[in-house]
């Protein structure tokens, strides 16, 4: 069973195989999950295979160790149950007269923590072995041992698996098998143990301490083994810890973990002065410990080269779909950069596969260079486009460039000027005239200048009375609230403390508003993305009701019929909270959220309508409260409607209350 520490620590029985406290220790049927009394062998087979399965997934983790000693249960657990119902193997030939012979410990062993993994294992030898048996049954192990030790530099610390063992080798051991097990009689030879473990886990990293367990074994049948000394001891961990050391050097585990490395120098030092000295007992201690800091440094190294491998195979194949599935991109994939960052990336996984960490790295980087120069082509080739579609006064197509250019390239920051040419050349007539994107990724409709009916006579009285009003210059509306990630990109833009979601920003007073806008007024100029005499601002009430209403007369921009509002609009949710802007269907000038999310504020005052036609109002010079419009998630559908006005202290900060933006035409 896994030792007692690991268990209190980590219980690998319940979080692993869902074997619960209270059957400790766990059974066969238990660990495998079969009810008791089954004696189905193909059952068995099967459950053993499923455990396997969920349990081998851990063995490239932290708690590898623990994951293959539990395989090894299982496998013992399988055993256990078919012993009974089916041998596993052929009889080769009837063993000879046996006699027991104490079990031979293996060294290196992932089990080490918890004990021999051979001391359960009755080996039995032959009394007499003819010089053929000894002569091809020595060759045929030492010939798996050659193998299975050329291939154990692919192993992470007994907690892998082995890549692309040859077929040959796997022969082999085969072979082995059947030899040791004609030698030593089928049924507890240690060979035998550790194949059924691997059949049912598929788990090769056991191999070389097969061989090597199977090599010792055979050489204790042949000539009695000669007590090791303390110097031999000293010699073996001398070279054990100078192995560790290389294979760290390899891996570059002195800049992973310079400090582990640098300890094991240490200790390497103080073992060979005591080594000279003839302090032997000290000599191997502090080569066990030099060993032991080589190989966790050379772990860490390989835990952080796998890890950057991961990351540079992500970015690279990120690049590969991004250009892969946009549809504009299509012609990429056609493209000698694309192409050739393809083959990059093939090389890299393969690299990868092979356990060639560095190389996959570089792979990787280069296959990402490719995309992007490939995605760096198409850009250009689509801002080529937009310039000869301006030129010729193309307005259709230059519109459809500039809709795909804002898609896959947001940031770029000519997007702001072709989008004022395009509303240049565009006949006039439009309503909205088409789409404006500044350099924080705001999007705003051109309103043509125009006149309605404001306000409404059969509602509240700060409603009355309707009056006409006339909008004489157009302006751009933002299409939604301002979110969260925007605003924060003008306030802290380089605070990380923050939330940078597509929630509507709240809690924010009229001043916080107002400051917004004069920032980002500054920011825009200051890139030269902002023409001359235009300023970032809050809407006034008339320009925010006009925009709402885009051309209905009716309650709500969908009509008087409240059930059509709930495509429209969030409403009516007491004790709810906002949502992420324009999820809902926008106006029929494409502004989202004018009705319910979160009230907005206004540049005006609060004060009571006047019956005259009006012009370009603003509200008075000063006042005590400033103008909300447009509802909240809160509120009922008649306080989301068009008309609804209310008003607060400027200073409040509701949770409820948000803003949108204008910027001025110059």
Not at 57 to 70: E, I, M, P, Q, V
Request: glycine share 6%; with cysteine; hydrophobic share 40%.
């Amino acid at each position: 069973m896994l030792e007692k520490a690991s268990v209190t620590d980590f219980d690998p029985y319940a979080e692993w195989l869902g074997v619960t406290s209270d059957r400790r220790p766990p059974s066969a049927h238990d660990l495998l999950g079969l009810p008791a009394g089954e004696a189905n062998a193909e059952v068995i087979r099967k459950a053993a295979t499923s455990r396997s399965g969920q349990v081998r997934k851990y063995c490239l983790g932290a708690r590898g160790a623990l994951a293959l000693r539990l395989l090894s249960e299982l496998a013992a657990a399988q055993n256990t149950l078919i012993s009974n119902i089916e041998t596993l193997h052929d009889a080769v030939e009837p063993p000879p007269p046996v006699q027991q012979v104490a079990p031979v410990a293996a060294t290196g062993s992932p089990f080490a923590a918890s004990g021999d993994p051979f001391a359960s294992v009755a080996v039995a030898a032959p009394a007499e072995l003819t010089a053929g048996d000894r002569s091809a049954s020595s060759e045929i192990i030492d010939a798996a041992l050659v193998e299975a030790r050329s291939w154990s530099e692919r192993l992470r610390d007994w907690q892998g698996a082995l890549i692309g063992f040859p077929r040959a080798a796997w022969r082999r051991i085969v072979r082995l098998d059947l030899a040791v097990g004609k030698l030593l009689g089928e049924e507890n030879t240690i060979i035998h143990n550790f194949l059924r473990l691997m059949f049912v886990t598929g788990t090769f990293a056991c191999i070389p301490l097969l061989c090597v367990a199977a090599r010792s074994q055979f050489d204790r049948w042949q000539v009695p083994a000669e007590p090791v000394g303390p110097q031999d001891q000293a010699s073996a961990r001398e070279s054990a810890a100078s192995q560790a050391r290389a294979t760290a050097q390899a891996r570059g585990a002195r800049e992973a973990d310079r400090e582990s490395y640098m300890a094991g120098e240490d200790r390497f030092s103080e073992a060979t002065a005591a080594l000279l000295e003839g302090r032997v007992a000290d000599a191997s201690r502090l080569f066990d410990d030099a060993r032991d800091h080589f190989a966790y440094s050379e772990r860490k190294a390989l835990e952080q080269m796998t890890e950057k491998a991961e990351s540079r195979a992500e970015g690279a194949q990120l690049a590969a779909d991004a250009l892969a599935l946009e549809p504009f991109f299509l012609a990429t994939a056609q493209s000698k950069a694309y192409s050739a960052g393809k083959r990059w990336l093939e090389a890299g996984t393969v690299a990868w596969q092979q356990d060639r960490l560095e190389e996959a790295c570089r792979l990787f980087d280069r296959s990402a260079e490719c995309f992007a120069r490939a995605r760096s082509e198409e850009l250009r080739s689509l801002a080529n486009q937009i310039e000869a579609a301006l030129d010729n006064r193309e307005v259709t197509e230059a519109s459809e460039l500039l809709n795909k250019l804002e898609r896959l390239d947001r940031q770029n920051t000519r997007l702001a000027k072709w989008s004022e040419r395009l509303e240049q050349i565009r006949p006039a007539g439009e309503l909205v005239k088409g789409e404006l994107v500044n350099t924080i990724g705001m999007k705003f409709r051109r309103i043509v200048a125009g006149e309605f009916e404001m306000g409404q006579n059969n509602a509240d009285r700060n409603e009355r009375p309707a009056h006409r009003v006339q909008i004489t210059r157009d302006y751009y509306l933002g299409i939604h609230e301002v979110t969260q990630a925007q605003y924060w990109e003008i306030i802290e833009p380089r605070s990380s403390a923050v939330n940078r979601s597509d929630l509507p920003i709240e809690k924010v007073s009229a001043a916080d508003a107002e400051d917004f806008c004069r920032l980002l007024t500054e920011r825009e100029r200051t890139q030269g993305s902002l023409p001359s005499g235009a300023v970032y601002r809050l809407p006034t009430e008339a320009e925010w009701e006009y925009a709402a209403r885009s051309g209905t007369t009716t309650r709500w921009c969908c009509g008087d019929d409240a059930q059509k509002l709930a495509d429209f609009a969030w409403y009516g949710a007491p004790g709810g909270q906002s949502h992420p802007v324009a999820q809902k269907q926008p106006n029929a000038w494409g502004l989202f959220d004018m009705h319910g999310n979160v009230w907005e504020w206004c540049s005006d005052w609060q004060a009571p309508y006047g019956e005259s036609r009006a012009i370009d109002p603003t509200g008075p010079p000063m006042g005590t409260r400033r103008v909300l419009r447009g509802g909240s998630f809160l509120n009922e559908a008649l306080n989301v409607r068009s008309a609804t006005r209310y008003s607060a202290n400027p200073t409040s900060r509701v949770a409820s209350f948000g803003f949108r933006v204008v910027r001025s035409c110059p």
